[in-house]
Nanobody, 123 residues
Framework: QVQLAESGGGLVQAGGSLRLSCAASGRTFSSYNMGWFRQAPGKEREFVAHINWSGDRTYYADSVKGRFNISRDDGKNTVFLQMNSLKPEDTAVYHC????????????????WGQGTQVTVSS
């Protein structure tokens, strides 16, 4: 089992950058495929990015491709989401998630979730 805690959210102007972190507890973090999802008010949770357990495969939603970068540091039990060229439509609560199953863009495939961190992008 793994527990996840996000940090790094905040208020930023459009065009700015933020780096989100997701710290994981547990010795087996390196075995987990990890994802980032986001949920804006009144909208469903949507996939943002995922990275496989070995860190050599990543996948992004079309809406963030070329602007966001997901990475992991297993020595620190942490997964990161670097967000550049932020837009007001990126405003949401961002959650990290983990699974021992194959990583996917579907929230139901992830077993462990953090509480989320708020990202607000002003125009």
């Amino acid at each position: 089992q793994v527990q996840l805690a996000e940090s790094g959210g905040g208020l930023v102007q459009a065009g700015g950058s933020l780096r989100l972190s997701c710290a994981a507890s547990g010795r087996t973090f390196s075995s987990y495929n990890m994802g980032w999802f986001r949920q804006a008010p009144g909208k469903e949770r949507e996939f943002v990015a995922h990275i496989n357990w070995s860190g050599d495969r990543t996948y992004y939603a079309d809406s963030v491709k070329g602007r966001f970068n997901i990475s992991r540091d297993d020595g620190k039990n942490t997964v990161f989401l670097q967000m550049n060229s932020l837009k007001p439509e990126d405003t949401a609560v961002y959650h990290c998630a983990g699974t021992l199953r194959r990583g996917s863009p579907y929230a139901q495939d992830y077993d462990y979730w953090g509480q989320g961190t708020q990202v607000t992008v002003s125009s």
